[in-house]
């Protein structure tokens, strides 16, 4: 099952397997590789687009599993009903132990309040524009989930790229499934040490910057 924003004409999650792609692109090449690379023991994660929450959901499980404290904020501005997201059943692709929140329950997390779920991690999701989010926070990873660039071109333009930058520690990261030439560039730009790395099924490529 999937859900779309009919005028952008997007969906929310990949057609080649969502908990997959978001396994691979998100987690193994973004949060577990910076906790492979870093000892600073307290991770700050900002997300853009937090869809149907399986990004946030599968760092928890993360945290949960590696005992590293997590405190993750994203930012949604076509947020998905309780309801919808219960259609999408992902909680049977899940065995969870009875003190591991299921993604339904996850699922339900109130809106514009941070709150710790488990003693390893923290979750602030707000429903907001990026364009219009000024922040002096600073975070350790970016991940960069946002529609796709022919759906909302001007969240991939120069200017996000440069604020993503901005919002980074230095020795951060920015993770997306996104390769498009243009936004490496743009990356690049910024000031960023771009890799191109091999992509998740479906995806021949997809992009992880570095801070330097």
């Excluded at 998905?80 to 299921?102: H, M, P, R």
């Excluded at 975070?139 to 919002?167: R, T, V």
Aim: proline fraction near 2%.
């Amino acid at each position: 099952m999937s859900f779309r924003i009919e005028k952008l004409n997007e969906s929310y999650h990949s057609k080649n397997g969502a908990i997959t792609e978001s396994q691979f692109v998100y987690i193994q090449e973004g949060y577990s590789y910076w906790n492979e690379t870093n000892k600073k023991g307290v991770c700050n994660i900002f997300e853009m687009g937090y869809g149907t929450g399986l990004n946030a959901y599968l760092s928890y499980l993360e945290s949960q599993k590696h005992h590293s404290k997590t405190y993750y904020t994203s930012l949604e501005l076509f947020p998905l009903s309780v309801k919808e997201t219960a259609c999408l059943n992902y909680d049977k692709f899940f065995k969870t132990q009875k003190d591991i929140l299921t993604f339904e329950n996850f699922s339900k997390i109130e809106w514009e309040i941070g709150q710790d779920l488990s003693e390893h991690f923290n979750l602030f999701k707000k429903e907001f524009d990026f364009e219009k989010f000024e922040e002096i926070k600073k975070y350790d990873i970016i991940f960069y989930d946002a529609f796709g660039y022919h759906a909302q071109p001007e969240l991939w333009s120069m200017k996000n790229m440069q604020k993503c930058y901005d919002m980074l520690f230095f020795g951060g990261i920015w993770i997306s499934y996104c390769a498009k030439g243009s936004v490496r560039r743009a990356l690049e730009k910024s000031g960023f040490e771009v890799e191109r790395l091999p992509g998740p099924p479906g995806k021949r490529e997809m992009l992880r910057a570095l801070k330097v």
